[in-house]
């Protein structure tokens, strides 16, 4: 999944008046406001109730849907690789939200002041805090590419991690 690959995804959901926010390591990234490694996928945080429309302007761009773990996650590829794994939530009045976990009793949380913006390739982009990032990335075993977003984070950041 390249920058032109992520902002091209993005105008697609723009243009269909749909609310997303860019985590994972392309997150990161944007945050970080450079390309700091490759990224094989793109996570997308959607609004559930806007998921039909998230799905038909993907489908409409050669999307379609090859893993459903609902309501958890989603992914959608189309015929040239290119992956996207979609995260549907709910949200409060407060603009907090929450998405479903495999612990029907922890959810995911996410604060309101975790929606903020990024930059790829100098174009503004929907995504979320590098405190949410960290919070993502607790509780298991890390990768190399997670050791290596979580670097980014303290270098740019100064935040605290926990590898």
Do not use: K, N
């Not at 982009?125 to 990335?137: I, R």
Request: negative net charge.
């Amino acid at each position: 999944m390249t920058a032109d690959d992520v902002l091209s995804v993005l105008s697609v959901l723009r243009d269909a008046d749909v609310d997303v926010w860019v985590g994972g390591g392309w997150g990161i990234d944007a945050l970080v406001g450079e390309q700091t490694r490759r990224h094989r996928d793109l996570d997308l945080m959607h609004r559930e109730d806007q998921e039909r429309a998230v799905v038909a302007a993907l489908a409409e761009a050669g999307f379609a849907e090859t893993l459903d773990r609902r309501p958890v996650r989603f992914v959608v590829a189309d015929a040239r690789g290119r992956e996207i794994d979609l995260h549907p939530l709910v949200f409060a009045p407060d603009g907090s939200a929450v998405q479903a976990s495999s612990d029907p009793h922890r959810p995911f949380a996410y604060p309101a002041p975790c929606f903020v913006s990024g930059t790829v390739r100098g174009a503004a982009v929907p995504c979320l805090s590098a405190e949410q990032q960290v919070y993502f990335h607790q509780g298991y075993e890390p990768a190399a590419r997670d050791r290596h977003d979580m670097a980014q984070l303290r270098r740019v950041f100064g935040i605290a991690t926990h590898f």
